[in-house]
């Protein structure tokens, strides 16, 4: 069973650059797995990031950027804001129509 | 402006089913495919099942293929999730998500609000 894996938790002070990454359980993740990224925050709906590896969604600001970093999936954002602060989800297509999440990095902003 | 707009949510005892339906507006709803993705309470997400525009094919999670179907009706602009044999594990918050413009899209860029399904005794 295919394990998407991302770190549990992350903390950062506002202004500094994180990045965040996707992996597999087994093997690399490239860019035919699509990488997909949404931030949520409690009680709300998900909202899209970045696509199809390094695609910024519409209204996404530029201090949100995606990568392939060696063999994982990358998020990186620069210069932390206090609003960041929530959950950041990666979501892989895995072919034959299947995708899988990961488990979401909560990213906290001292 | 792209609405989505879930509903059919709510308190189901364990063995039973509910149908889950997610009204949409905004954009041409016959031209691109439609998921489902949960998120259990105080859990990540899930990929749930996904259906292509036309409805002809339809994909599931492992966790769920065999007792959840996903349908649509493109005359009505609405999406569908029949949830069958629930278990204590299948609550969670439903989402329902439109597939991302473009062939080589397999992202999800706009997202409902969530219809809750509690499965309890």
């Known amino acids: 069973q295919t394990v998407v894996t991302q770190e549990p938790s992350f903390s950062v002070s506002p202004g500094e650059t994180i990045t965040l990454t996707c992996g597999l359980s087994?093997?690399?993740?490239?860019?035919?797995?699509?990488p997909s990224w949404y931030q949520q925050t409690p009680g709300q709906a998900p909202r899209t990031l970045i696509y199809s590896t390094n695609t910024r969604s519409s209204g996404v600001p530029d201090r949100f950027s995606g990568s392939i970093l060696g063999n994982k999936a990358a998020l990186t954002i620069t210069g932390v804001q206090a609003d960041d602060e929530s959950d950041y989800y990666c979501?892989?297509?895995?072919?034959?129509?299947?995708?899988?999440f990961g488990g979401g990095t909560k990213l906290t902003v001292l | 402006e792209v609405q989505l707009l879930e509903s059919g949510g709510g308190l189901v005892q364990p063995g039973g089913s509910l149908r889950l339906s997610c009204a949409v507006s905004?954009?041409?709803?016959?031209?691109?495919?439609m998921s489902w993705v949960r998120q259990a309470p105080g859990k990540g997400l899930e990929w749930v099942s996904i259906i292509t525009d036309s409805g002809s094919k339809t994909y599931y999670a492992d966790s769920v293929k065999g007792r959840f179907t996903i349908s649509r009706d493109n005359s009505k602009n609405t999406l569908y999730l029949q949830v069958n044999s629930l278990r204590a594990e299948d609550t969670a918050v439903y989402f329902c998500?439109?597939?991302?413009?473009?062939?080589?899209?397999?992202?999800?860029?706009?997202w409902g609000q969530g219809t809750l399904v509690t499965v309890s005794s």
């Open positions: 905004g954009f041409t709803f016959s031209s691109y495919a």
């Open positions: 087994s093997g690399s993740v490239s860019t035919s797995h699509y």
């Open positions: 979501m892989l297509y895995m072919g034959s129509g299947i995708r899988v």
């Open positions: 998500a439109k597939r991302g413009v473009g062939s080589d899209s397999y992202h999800f860029d706009d």
